[in-house]
C-alpha cells in the first residue's frame, strides 16, 4: 500500500533473496497496470505490464500479480541484486483516462 | 533513435521569472505528457496532447501552459515560477493512449529549483 507522508516506503533485503513490493490501486475500472523502476537520477524505466483480465503474468527474473477482488499488485523480483537498488512504481490506466502513478517504494539491496 | 530528449538538465530561477522546458521523441509518438515529481510522492500528471495541436489539463495544471505544434515537440512553460515549482519534471511519451497496455517512456528530467 502507500503511506502518508514524505518518507517512501522502504523495503531492504539481501542480495539474493526473493523481493516482493505491493501496490494498492484505486480504480476497478482500470484495464491494464504497468510497474516501472526509476534508478537514482534517472527517469521511470518500464518493467513489466499486465492486462486486468489476467492474475499473473511473467517476465524474466520478475512476476507481477493481480488481486482485483482487493485491487492489490505484486511486483516479485527472483535473486534479487545489487542492480534491482531503485524506487519502483506502480501505474493504472486504461480506456480513456491517464494512467495514475503510486508514490512508490525504495528498494535496496544490500550486497 | 534517441527516444525522449529533455532540456535543460538543470535550472535556477528567481521567483516570477519565466521559463520553458524542452521535451521532444523522435519515435512518432501521438500521446506525450508532462509529470513532476517530488519528494516522497509519486508521478502528478501536469498536462497532456494526445496529437498535435490537442492539449489537455492533468491534476496538477496550474502555473503550467503547453503547446503541441509538432508531433515531436511538447515543450511545458512556466509562466512566474513559484518556490512551489521546484521539483524535478519528466517528459513522456507513448504510441497512443488507448485500451492497450502501450508504454509511456520517460526522458531523464529536469532538475528545477525556484528561489
Known amino acids: 500500500g502507500e503511506s502518508v507522508g514524505l518518507h517512501l516506503p522502504t523495503l531492504s533485503v539481501q542480495e539474493g533473496d526473493n523481493s516482493i513490493i505491493n501496490c494498492a490501486y484505486s480504480n476497478s475500472a482500470s484495464d491494464y497496470f504497468i510497474w516501472y523502476k526509476q534508478e537514482s537520477g534517472k527517469g521511470p524505466q518500464f518493467i513489466i505490464d499486465?492486462?486486468?483480465?489476467?492474475d499473473k503474468r511473467q517476465g524474466q527474473r520478475v512476476t507481477v500479480l493481480l488481486n482485483k477482488t482487493v485491487k492489490h499488485l505484486s511486483l516479485q523480483i527472483a535473486a534479487t541484486q545489487p542492480g534491482d537498488s531503485a524506487v519502483y512504481f506502480c501505474?493504472?490506466?486504461?480506456?480513456?483516462?491517464?494512467?495514475?502513478f503510486g508514490r512508490g517504494t525504495s528498494l535496496i539491496v544490500h550486497p | 533513435n534517441a527516444g525522449v530528449t529533455q532540456t535543460p538538465k538543470f535550472q535556477v530561477l528567481k521567483t516570477g521569472q519565466s521559463m520553458t522546458l524542452q521535451c521532444a521523441q523522435d519515435m512518432n509518438h501521438e500521446y506525450m505528457s508532462w509529470y513532476r515529481q517530488d519528494p516522497g510522492m509519486g508521478l502528478r500528471l501536469i498536462h497532456y496532447s494526445v496529437g498535435a495541436g490537442i492539449t489537455d489539463q492533468g491534476e496538477v495544471p496550474n502555473g503550467y501552459n503547453v503547446s503541441r505544434s509538432t508531433t515531436e515537440d511538447f515543450p511545458l512553460r512556466l509562466l512566474s515560477a513559484a518556490p512551489s515549482q521546484t521539483s524535478v519534471y519528466f517528459c513522456?511519451?507513448?504510441?497512443?493512449?488507448?485500451?492497450?497496455?502501450?508504454?509511456?517512456?520517460f526522458g531523464p528530467g529536469t532538475r528545477l529549483t525556484v528561489l
Open positions: 513522456a511519451s507513448s504510441p497512443r493512449l488507448a485500451t492497450s497496455t502501450d508504454t509511456q517512456y
Open positions: 499486465i492486462r486486468s483480465n489476467m
Open positions: 501505474a493504472e490506466g486504461g480506456g480513456s483516462y491517464i494512467p495514475t
